[in-house]
Structures are given as C-alpha cells and as structure tokens.
C-alpha cells in the first residue's frame, strides 16, 4: 500500500478517508458492515449536554442527488456517552473525533470540559456551528464570525486536542468565519455542512419534512463544497477538511485538487457503510499508479485565470 498518511496539526491520520458526522453513528455500530481500521478517522455524530430526542418525523427525504434531513441533533447527551461509549474507544482501530453542538456558549464549553475531564483515547473535537436544523444555537452561531471566534478561543484554551469548527454553506462569505475559527487557535475547519432545502410532495401538497426546512447533502452539493473549500484553501493558512457529495474516488481527487488536506465521505455511507474503505483503496491505487501522494494534489486545481 502506498503510503496515504496525512497530517492536521500535531496528529498524523493514516489516510484522508474520514466518515462524517451524522452518518456513522458513535463509530460503534457499524463493524459488522465495514472494516473501520481501514478509515482515517471517524467523526462521531453531534454529542450535547443533555440528551435530545431530536425533531419529530418526517425528519429525511431522498431527492435528486441526495437527501434533506432534519434530526434536529437526536443523541445521548455527554454524561451518556462518556459512561457508555468512551470504553469502547479503548484500543479501537481508528480515531475518533466528537463532533459536539450546544445551543449556548456554555454549553459547548461544558461538553468539552466534560470530555476533558475523563481519561480517554480520541484524537479530537469537531465543532459543530452549522446545524440548520435546531431552534437555538447550530447554524445561528456558525454564521457570525465574532461568535465563532469567541466559542473557538475558549474551546482552545480548554483542550491541546486537534480542535475542528464545521462550518455552514449558508453564508455570505465561507472564508470571514473560516479565518475567525483560524484566529482564534483551531487547527482546522471543516467545509461544508448542509444547504438549507425544502421538499414537498405535489400529490398532497405537504412538506416533506416535519421542521419544513433541512439540510441538502449528498451529490447534488459537491459543486458549492469544492467552491467553499478551495476559497478557503486560498485564504487560510490551517488544513481544510472536505464535505460534501463524495461518493468515489474521483470525487476525492477533486476535494484534493481544490484543496482539502482530508475529507469526509457522509451520505454516501447511507447507501453502502462499505463506501468509504473502498475509497481508500481506490486511493491507493490511484496514487500508486500515477507515483504521487493525495498531499502532492493538495490545490493543484488547474485554472484559466
Ligand atoms: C441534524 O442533527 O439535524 C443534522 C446535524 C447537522 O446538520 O449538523
């Protein structure tokens, strides 16, 4: 195999193959259907103070080139999940990063302490300010750069931990949050959650889904996703991490040439859990075949002007 390492802050992953949050469970659930220990990392879903049932359903529709969800951060709380599911992580094949939401401030911070505060193996916090999906907290913070440059510096000066903020599409300008994040101490961002969409069946002229509004994934956003990470790959200096429609390796190819250090494979996994080990393999190949690392691609896009 060639050799597939990458690197994001101090911490060396063993390929760019992550799988996203929301798509993967706790990480836990899905041996019997993949080989994790082939994936570079796994980003576990949102983890909140308190546990959340979530929205009511309908909360996910298919649609052309993807789906909308609206989970509305359905999980177990931190006190849950550090009893139940941190002991599980002892000597697991990967690495894991929590991915963490709160509907404050405070409760970001008090998430992260938690995790803090209990030995543990995982590699690191993604920060989760785009969640369209809630009424308090998720996208409202991750379209406000002074917000997000508050919330990062205080989670920094809690955790030597790579730290991660998600960012959210929605906005007018990706790379005004992106450099707030850097300045503040992350070690990188992640780009893109959700668009903000809508569904509606004609026949009986109901939404489709129960909030109204969800957050498009899948194929159908690849294009604004490789648009935000190569703005961002422009105008920051810190590793950015791709989401958004990957499904094969070409795709991951073109995350790499506008300039993702890593990426994460999401609602692809719905369909095949599998997906993402036969990414990297594809990977694999790939670079053996043509001599180089994923790294040599990193921006390499070729432009007109
Ligand atoms: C959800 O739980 O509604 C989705 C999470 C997200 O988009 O961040």
């Given at each position: 195999m060639t050799n597939l390492t990458i690197k994001i802050g101090q911490t060396v992953f063993k390929n760019p193959v992550f799988v996203a949050s929301g798509t993967f469970g706790y990480g836990t659930e899905i041996n019997d259907l993949t080989d994790i220990s082939a994936l570079g990392a796994i980003i576990t879903k949102s983890i909140t103070l308190h546990p959340r049932e979530g929205n009511p359903p309908p909360r996910t529709i298919e649609t052309l080139g993807g789906m909308i969800n609206s989970i509305g951060l359905a999980n177990m709380g931190v006190d849950n999940y550090i009893r139940d599911m941190l002991p599980l992580?002892?000597?697991?094949?990967?690495?894991?990063?929590?991915?963490?939401?709160?509907?404050?401030?405070?409760?970001?911070?008090?998430?992260?302490?938690?995790?803090?505060?209990?030995?543990?193996?995982?590699?690191?916090?993604?920060?989760n300010i785009s969640c369209p999906n809630v009424k308090e907290g998720g996208m409202a913070f991750g379209v406000n750069a002074d917000f997000t440059a508050r919330l990062t510096e205080q989670l920094r000066s809690l955790t030597q931990r790579?730290?991660?903020?998600?960012?959210?599409?929605?906005?007018?300008?990706?790379?005004?949050?992106?450099?707030?994040?850097?300045?503040?101490?992350?070690?990188?961002?992640?780009a893109i959650n959700t668009l903000v969409g809508m569904s509606i069946d004609s026949t009986t002229r109901k939404s489709n889904i129960y909030t109204?509004?969800?957050?498009?994934?899948?194929?159908?956003?690849?294009?604004?996703?490789?648009?935000?990470?190569?703005?961002?790959?422009?105008?920051?200096?810190?590793?950015?991490?791709?989401?958004?429609?990957?499904?094969?390796?070409?795709?991951?190819?073109?995350?790499?040439?506008?300039?993702?250090?890593?990426?994460?494979?999401?609602?692809?996994?719905?369909?095949d859990p599998d997906i993402g080990?036969?990414?990297?393999?594809?990977?694999?190949?790939?670079?053996?075949?043509?001599?180089?690392?994923?790294?040599?691609?990193?921006?390499?896009?070729?432009?007109?002007?």
């Open positions: 992580y002892h000597q697991f094949p990967t690495k894991i990063i929590v991915n963490i939401a709160g509907s404050t401030m405070e409760e970001y911070l008090q998430v992260l302490k938690k995790f803090e505060s209990v030995s543990s193996n995982i590699t690191g916090y993604e920060i790579l730290l991660i903020v998600k960012l959210s599409p929605n906005v007018t300008d990706i790379t005004q949050i992106g450099k707030a994040a850097q300045r503040a101490g992350a070690d990188a961002v992640s109204t509004y969800g957050g498009l994934s899948g194929p159908a956003i690849k294009p604004v996703a490789l648009a935000c990470v190569h703005k961002l790959f422009l105008k920051l200096k810190i590793p950015v991490i791709g989401i958004g429609g990957i499904t094969n390796v070409s795709d991951a190819i073109e995350f790499a040439l506008a300039g993702a250090v890593a990426f994460q494979v999401g609602t692809a996994n719905f369909r080990r036969k990414i990297v393999y594809e990977l694999d190949d790939y670079c053996t075949q043509n001599n180089l690392k994923y790294s040599d691609l990193k921006g390499q896009v070729i432009r007109y002007q």
